[in-house]
């Protein structure tokens, strides 16, 4: 497998996109993706999250090789996620409190946002570097911020017009995705020069 | 969707039912991916086939029922301000034994689930079940409980297993349904099927639910009612 940094970049922004291809974070993406202004902040602060918990899972797993305690990596993982999460909600408070009233359910949910764990998870088999664990963390939740954001215009567009009272909410919302979805597999073919 | 839909979010922790049984709440009324609609991550994604499907549902499972037993045995020692945390701690330690598990019994088996395994400690299902039902109910009814909902979604996993092996492979569990000349539908293996076969589901579902309303609402109508409309269609 190619691991320059490009390959890694396009690979986990469109290739492999997070939402659409690999399914992760789905709660959030089909939950808060009504609107455009929480769904964009929503993809900020998931951005923000996951490379800040990534960066931290490196150095601990520099540390748990060290003590040869890698039985203990996904709770530490979680444990560092949790307080990232913490701790971002904490620098907005502090920072911006408007934003964080507005944001204020949406923070803790990240926790259980399966993308933010799944980046450290997969530094941690692939082997990455520093510069490319940054790379991909970047990327990856780039990729995840672009399609839930692309999914709330489109379902803005879809409450102004009639859709059947059964497949109103989740069902359509599915269908868009799954359009969405087959628009990322033209992406696929990238990969295969890169 | 509109805001009068039930939001679809890792929060929608609903309270348990008034019903006695607890295993078969999580199994139907409660169905963690039809009513619910929790854990979707693993559930479109690893659906692809039914081996799959099976080996996930068994795999939660597990770490709901240890999860919830746990959960419920300490949940008096727990002061209520740290016990998401240790809600969480518990489940990463039960998660952390399955993964080794899966490994020991199935190499195969293990690289197709992939990272979806370690992912079983972010599946809403295992957060929203110790939240809440066993931080308040007894050892024996949460253990219950935990294999109610793991095989409520296990259930919906072979459910939607099922249409995209059948439609876009041609087998189910890896046997051959319809001879040599059918074409498969590639697309229900791709992850826009996940999407598609959810929905089919959820829709069936939805029409399954207006219809037994629409049944109900006809029973309570009073004879003369019915009687009235009778005529008026005559």
């Given at each position: 497998m190619n691991d320059s940094l490009t390959h890694i970049f396009i690979d986990s922004l469109?290739?492999?996109?997070?939402?659409?291809?690999?399914?992760?974070?789905m709660c959030s993406f089909i939950g808060?993706?009504?609107k455009f202004s929480t769904a964009w902040r929503m993809g900020v602060s998931v951005m923000f999250t996951i490379t800040v918990s990534t960066w931290m899972a490196f150095f601990m797993n520099i540390l748990l090789i060290h003590f040869h305690a890698e039985y203990l990596r996904l709770i530490t993982y979680i444990v560092i996620i949790a307080a990232t999460v913490q701790l971002t909600e904490m620098f907005v408070k502090k920072t911006s409190p408007a934003l964080f009233r507005e944001l204020g359910v949406y923070l803790p949910l990240i926790t259980t946002n399966c993308a933010v764990l799944y980046v450290p998870l997969l530094m941690t088999s692939r082997n990455y570097n520093f510069t490319q664990t940054t790379v991909f963390a970047l990327a990856g939740s780039g990729g995840y911020c672009m399609s839930i954001c692309l999914l709330s215009m489109v379902r803005e567009r879809i409450d102004l017009s009639d859709v059947s009272s059964l497949a109103r909410g989740t069902a359509i919302t599915l269908v868009v995705a799954a359009i969405l979805s087959m628009a990322f597999m033209?992406?696929?073919?990238?990969g295969n020069g890169a | 969707m509109s805001d009068t839909q039930a939001p679809v979010s890792c929060h929608g922790a609903t309270p348990p039912p008034p019903s006695d049984n607890p295993f078969v709440n999580g199994l139907w009324?409660?169905?963690?991916?039809?009513?619910?609609?929790?854990?979707m991550c693993p559930t479109l994604a690893i659906t692809n086939s039914v081996r799959n499907a099976i080996a996930m549902g068994l795999a939660t499972t597990f770490v709901l029922a240890l999860s919830n037993a746990l959960v419920s045995m300490i949940r008096k020692i727990?002061?209520?301000?740290v016990r998401i945390a240790s809600y969480i701690a518990i489940i990463a330690t039960a998660v952390t034994i399955a993964d080794y598990l899966v490994k020991a019994i199935s190499i195969p088996v293990y690289l197709a689930l992939g990272a979806f395994i370690p992912l079983i400690v972010s599946n809403c299902i295992t957060l929203e079940r110790a939240e809440a039902y066993a931080g308040k109910q007894p050892v024996w009814k949460a253990t219950l409980d935990g294999f109610g909902s793991g095989f409520g979604f296990g259930f919906a996993l072979c459910c939607l297993g099922t249409i995209r092996e059948v439609l876009?492979?041609?087998?189910?569990l890896g046997i051959h349904l319809f001879g040599p000349h059918f074409e498969p539908w590639v697309l229900f293996v791709l992850p826009p099927g996940g999407f598609i076969a959810l929905a089919i589901w959820l829709l069936i579902f939805a029409t399954y639910r207006e219809r037994k309303d629409k049944r109900k609402k006809a029973l309570e109508q009073p004879a003369s009612e019915l009687i009235a409309i009778a005529e008026v269609h005559s």
């Amino acid at each position: 497998m190619n691991d320059s940094l490009t390959h890694i970049f396009i690979d986990s922004l469109l290739i492999n996109n997070f939402v659409l291809c690999t399914f992760l974070g789905m709660c959030s993406f089909i939950g808060l993706s009504g609107k455009f202004s929480t769904a964009w902040r929503m993809g900020v602060s998931v951005m923000f999250t996951i490379t800040v918990s990534t960066w931290m899972a490196f150095f601990m797993n520099i540390l748990l090789i060290h003590f040869h305690a890698e039985y203990l990596r996904l709770i530490t993982y979680i444990v560092i996620i949790a307080a990232t999460v913490q701790l971002t909600e904490m620098f907005v408070k502090k920072t911006s409190p408007a934003l964080f009233r507005e944001l204020g359910v949406y923070l803790p949910l990240i926790t259980t946002n399966c993308a933010v764990l799944y980046v450290p998870l997969l530094m941690t088999s692939r082997n990455y570097n520093f510069t490319q664990t940054t790379v991909f963390a970047l990327a990856g939740s780039g990729g995840y911020c672009m399609s839930i954001c692309l999914l709330s215009m489109v379902r803005e567009r879809i409450d102004l017009s009639d859709v059947s009272s059964l497949a109103r909410g989740t069902a359509i919302t599915l269908v868009v995705a799954a359009i969405l979805s087959m628009a990322f597999m033209g992406f696929a073919g990238m990969g295969n020069g890169a | 969707m509109s805001d009068t839909q039930a939001p679809v979010s890792c929060h929608g922790a609903t309270p348990p039912p008034p019903s006695d049984n607890p295993f078969v709440n999580g199994l139907w009324k409660h169905n963690p991916v039809f009513v619910t609609v929790l854990g979707m991550c693993p559930t479109l994604a690893i659906t692809n086939s039914v081996r799959n499907a099976i080996a996930m549902g068994l795999a939660t499972t597990f770490v709901l029922a240890l999860s919830n037993a746990l959960v419920s045995m300490i949940r008096k020692i727990i002061p209520n301000q740290v016990r998401i945390a240790s809600y969480i701690a518990i489940i990463a330690t039960a998660v952390t034994i399955a993964d080794y598990l899966v490994k020991a019994i199935s190499i195969p088996v293990y690289l197709a689930l992939g990272a979806f395994i370690p992912l079983i400690v972010s599946n809403c299902i295992t957060l929203e079940r110790a939240e809440a039902y066993a931080g308040k109910q007894p050892v024996w009814k949460a253990t219950l409980d935990g294999f109610g909902s793991g095989f409520g979604f296990g259930f919906a996993l072979c459910c939607l297993g099922t249409i995209r092996e059948v439609l876009g492979a041609g087998t189910f569990l890896g046997i051959h349904l319809f001879g040599p000349h059918f074409e498969p539908w590639v697309l229900f293996v791709l992850p826009p099927g996940g999407f598609i076969a959810l929905a089919i589901w959820l829709l069936i579902f939805a029409t399954y639910r207006e219809r037994k309303d629409k049944r109900k609402k006809a029973l309570e109508q009073p004879a003369s009612e019915l009687i009235a409309i009778a005529e008026v269609h005559s």
